[in-house]
């Protein structure tokens, strides 16, 4: 059962404008989300959480926005840069603190 | 800080070996996290430790793997006897508290 869903494998945007990474989970009890960003043949490096008494949280470039009715969250990026075509993780820490991960999502930035 | 230090980068090796992965913390943190990604099970955490101390191995395949952490700036991840679906990247990832991990770089691990 996956509980961190990212249902686009990949995701092909032009440099300048908006991406937007999607992320759905099921578990009603996850109160805090975090993205995670990962080059090949790097790990995972953190960019970005949310707790989930707010609804939005901004950083820079990136902007996460929490729906918690629809058990949604998507990472904003404005405006994409070449630098920014990595996989994107959503994860979240579930009962026993351990993250559950979503697939990933790749971006690609086009110039 | 140099980050998570992990060694080798790339390990080649003939199923039935033994196989052991390091990995050094960052110091301070005092959580360890040993992972492993595939294509077609993506980023799955095998094990993590708490002050040194395993606190669930649940993701560990079988009883050919275990990992240690004998002190607070070392830990080990160990396959005996190595397969050829063992072939994965291995990542250890430590931090302070549980939620904003930080990554080393990987072990790419090859089993022939």
């Known amino acids: 059962d996956q509980q961190v869903k990212q249902n686009s494998p990949s995701l092909s945007v032009q440099e300048g404008r908006i991406s937007i990474l999607n992320c759905d989970y099921t578990?009603?009890?996850?109160?805090?989300f975090l993205w995670y960003k990962k080059y090949p043949a790097e790990g995972p490096t953190f960019l970005i959480s949310?707790?989930?008494i707010k609804d939005k949280n901004e950083d820079g470039r990136f902007t996460v926005f929490l729906n918690k009715s629809a058990k949604h969250l998507s990472l904003h990026i404005v405006p994409s840069q070449p630098g920014d075509s990595a996989v994107y993780f959503c994860a979240a820490p579930d009962s026993n603190y351990q993250l559950i991960w979503g697939a990933g999502t790749k971006l690609i930035i086009k110039p | 800080d140099a980050g998570v230090i992990q060694s080798p980068r790339h390990e080649v090796t003939e199923m039935g070996q033994e196989v052991t992965l390091r990995c050094k913390p960052i110091s301070g943190h005092d959580y360890l996290f040993w992972y492993r990604q595939t294509m077609m099970r993506g980023l799955e955490l095998l094990i993590y430790?708490?002050?040194?101390?395993?606190?669930?191995d649940s993701g560990m395949p079988e009883d050919r793997f275990s990992a240690k952490m004998p002190n607070a700036s070392f830990s080990t991840l160990k396959i005996q006897p190595s397969e050829p679906r063992d072939s994965a990247v291995y990542f250890c990832?430590?931090?302070?508290?549980?939620?904003?991990?930080?990554f080393g770089p990987g072990t790419r691990l090859t089993v022939l």
């Open positions: 578990n009603s009890m996850f109160d805090y």
């Open positions: 990832a430590s931090s302070l508290g549980v939620y904003e991990q930080f």
């Open positions: 949310i707790s989930s």
């Open positions: 430790f708490n002050n040194n101390v395993p606190i669930d």
